[in-house]
C-alpha cells in the first residue's frame, strides 16, 4: 500500500496559482492518482486522475482549463498545477492511490493523505 504525502497548498488571491504535490512512498508502478478536494460542509469532490502511463482527466468544467496534473513516475510525484484560482477553489486537497484505472468514487481509492489546505481569498 502507498504512503501519499500531501504539500504545496497555502493562502493566495484570486486569480493567483499554487502547485500541489503528492509524493508517494512504496509500490508506485501501476497506480492511478487521484486528486479531490472537501470543501467546509460539501461532499468530496474528485478534481483530476492521472494514470500509470499518464492518461490524465481533469473532471469538475469548473477547473478545466485551469488545473492540469502531471506525474513523474521516476520520483514517485503526481502534481497539480492550479492557475487563475477562484475563492470557490477553496477547500482541503487530497491525493489517493488506487490500482490501474481512474474513478471519482473516492472509496475506490485505498491509499490517501492527510489533505493539504488551499485558501483563496483577498
Known amino acids: 500500500q502507498l504512503q501519499l504525502v500531501e504539500s504545496g497548498g497555502g493562502l493566495v488571491q484570486p486569480g493567483g496559482s499554487l502547485r500541489l504535490s503528492c509524493t508517494a512512498s512504496?509500490?508506485?508502478?501501476?497506480?492511478?492518482i487521484g486528486w479531490f478536494r472537501q470543501a467546509p460542509g460539501k461532499e468530496r469532490e474528485a478534481v483530476s486522475c492521472i494514470t500509470w502511463g499518464g492518461g490524465n482527466i481533469v473532471y469538475p468544467d469548473s477547473v478545466k482549463g485551469r488545473f492540469t496534473i502531471s506525474r513523474n513516475n521516476a520520483r514517485n510525484v503526481v502534481d497539480l498545477q492550479m492557475n487563475s484560482l477562484k475563492v470557490e477553489d477553496t477547500a482541503v486537497y487530497y491525493c489517493?492511490?488506487?490500482?490501474?484505472?481512474?474513478?471519482?468514487?473516492?472509496?475506490?481509492?485505498?491509499?490517501w493523505g492527510q489533505g493539504t489546505q488551499v485558501t483563496v481569498s483577498a
Open positions: 489517493a492511490a488506487k490500482a490501474w484505472i481512474c474513478s471519482t468514487t473516492p472509496t475506490d481509492f485505498g491509499s
Open positions: 512504496g509500490f508506485f508502478r501501476n497506480s492511478a
